[in-house]
């Protein structure tokens, strides 16, 4: 289904003031934002039911300073915040984008648990690479399946209409001036008139043409995220005369269970765990984060490594819905050896041996300091691989979330959040900071609501 931009018809069946098209995170949260500000709001979604890249994620969401982490004893700032997210980019990002973030982060997940009554907690027993503070906020069960059915059900508690199954292919536009947009339901075509659009529907890294034009060291990997990602919101944009940036950024992740295609959290790297290839071998500094991970596996023969940790790691793990899937899947293997779990995954015994006992003895070949407990019985193991999860590039946005043209003037009543805006992760893999989209999401869709 190809996206684009055409004149509006002399009039519209029906027109509200405020269309989102997308009902993952971002755009629900725009919706109750929109709401809340007095405004008439429809949501249009092409699944049967909101879903989206964020309910396949972990559902947590980045934020200095919020009363869940102050009551956990954790002191944190908004500026903290903005120098890790710069740190992990090399400086690539806007800073005012930058700050408008990290900002802005704190207030949504405040808003989401006194207005909304989700029950955040900050995870704090792991850090995630480049957070200086412990700051990922998640609901009970650490999956974004429980986030975006939170969101859904706080809109239906506000009566905030949500049409699913109506995929948007065109926009109506005069000019830089948005008039309503065309979807289908089926087969029946239907027209819907705005005051003012908001795209939600995340990037395009369902679109393999795409990716590999503009992301051509992930090309092939596994797609981790939402089919729907396919980048309309770039091809309005740019019909329209909007500025992109970034097309280059993405996130990805080197911790998939393969081949049963179950993300495993990075907490069993970060507690102490490692990753080597089939012959028993580590390949690199694990401590940089998952996202470059991603490439790093798949370099390794046959594109797939074995992610080795501990019961203590596997304990903090289960947390998380998905760690516990994989164990029920039985991807997840546990030994009382070493030479059991090299045996489970087909791996030279005493070169496992060797990696294992040499990660104490200082900082090691790749620059890894281990400042963690040394692995101990019993072992765990999983085949794993890597995996493209979602595109960070996108329309560039101002200050109030609206859609910039290409000479520096922001469309009026344009606005992108989330994965359809470029987002706060420099201009590649190894500069996304661990919950980078759904900061994106949250905070963007905030504002983008509040119009």
Partial sequence: MSATVAPPPSSFPVTVETLIVGAGACGLIAALTAHEAGQEVLVVERDAVPSGSTALSAGLIPAAGTRVQKAAGIEDTAALFAADIQRKAKGENDPRLVDLLAGGAAEAVDWLCDRHGLPFSVVDDFDYPGHSRRRMHGLPTRSGRELVDALRAACEAEGIDILCGAAVDRLFAEGREVRGVSLLRGDLREEIGCARLILACNGFGGNRARVAAHMPGIAGALWFGHDGNRGEALDWGEAMGAEVRHL?????????AHPHGILITWAVITGGGIQVNRDGQRFWDESQGYSEAARAV???????????????????????????????????????????????????????????????????????????????????????????????????????????????????NLHAAGGAACGVSGAGDSSYLSGNGLLAAAVLGRIAGRG
Wanted: aromatic share 8%.
């Fill in 248 to 256: 280059g950024a993405y996130q990805g992740h080197g911790n998939v």
């Fill in 298 to 412: 798949l370099a390794q023969p046959g594109g797939a490594a074995v992610t080795v940790f501990d019961a203590r790691l596997a304990a903090i793990a289960r947390q998380f819905a998905d760690f516990r899937a994989a164990e029920a899947a039985g991807a997840v293997k546990t030994e009382d050896t070493l030479e059991g779990v090299a045996a489970a995954f087909a791996l030279p015994a005493d070169a496992l041996a060797e990696e294992v006992a040499a990660c104490h003895a200082g900082p090691d070949r790749f620059g890894r300091r281990f400042d963690t407990p040394p692995l101990a019985p019993p072992y765990c193991g999983v085949r794993v691989t890597g995996a493209l999860f979602h595109t960070q590039g996108g329309l560039v946005v101002d200050g109030r979330a609206r859609v910039m043209g290409q000479d520096g003037s922001a469309f009026p």
